[in-house]
Structure formats: C-alpha cells, structure tokens
C-alpha cells in the first residue's frame, strides 16, 4: 500500500508559477511510475507528466517546456514545477503511482494509487 499526500496548489496569476509536491508514505522501487493527472471542471482527466527512473520522463503536449517534473528519492517525493501557467491550467491536480512498471501510460486504470488531489486556480 502507498499513501499518496499532494501539497503545494493555490491561486496564481497567468504567466505565474507554482510548485506541487506528493509525498509518498514508502520507498517507491526504481521502476515505478509516479505521475501528475489534473481535470478541469465539465472535463475528463489528463496526464500531465510522468517519471519513472528507469523508462524516463514524459510530459503532454500542452505543457511541454513549461511544466518540470522531478523526483527526490531520500523523500520519496514527487515535484511539479509549473511555469508561464494560463487559465486553462485551472484544476485539480492529482498525483499517482504503481509499484514497478515497463511504461507509463496517460491512463487512470494503470494507477492503483492516488493523493486526494490539490487545487490549483489561475486567473486572468
């Protein structure tokens, strides 16, 4: 069991920047997929990023080059650096994880653990 705790979200003004974290209540195994979802109201949920020290680091389309996402491992946390964030970035943000995986898809079946979520709101 993994219990999955997400921190940093707020309000910012668009082109401002936010930090999330998720913190893991165990060591998660080299080949784990870790990764941060969101869902915007009236929408489905996304992927936004993944990272997995063995197959890589992804992102979707829509925030390359201006999300970062990043692991320390002697906390067993999970990071989201978001930069030049626009209104449509308003949501709730979700951070998830398996135990040991070949890929990480963008897909919410994969995932047998979640956080509770953190809202994140950007205005214009």
């Known amino acids: 069991q993994v219990q999955l705790v997400e921190s940093g979200g707020g309000s910012v003004q668009a082109g401002g920047s936010l930090r999330l974290s998720c913190a893991a209540s165990r060591y998660m195994p080299s080949n784990s997929c870790m990764a941060w979802f969101r869902q915007a109201p009236g929408k489905e949920r996304e992927g936004v990023a993944s990272?997995?020290?063995?197959?890589?680091?992804s992102y979707a389309d829509s925030v390359k080059g201006r999300f970062t996402i990043s692991k320390d491992n002697a906390k067993n946390t999970l990071y989201l650096q978001m930069s030049s964030l626009n209104p449509e970035g308003t949501a709730t943000y979700y951070c998830a994880a398996d135990l040991g995986s070949n890929w990480c898809p963008y897909s919410r079946d994969h995932y047998p653990y979640w956080g509770q979520g953190i809202q994140v709101t950007v205005s214009s």
């Open positions: 990272f997995n020290r063995v197959v890589g680091i």
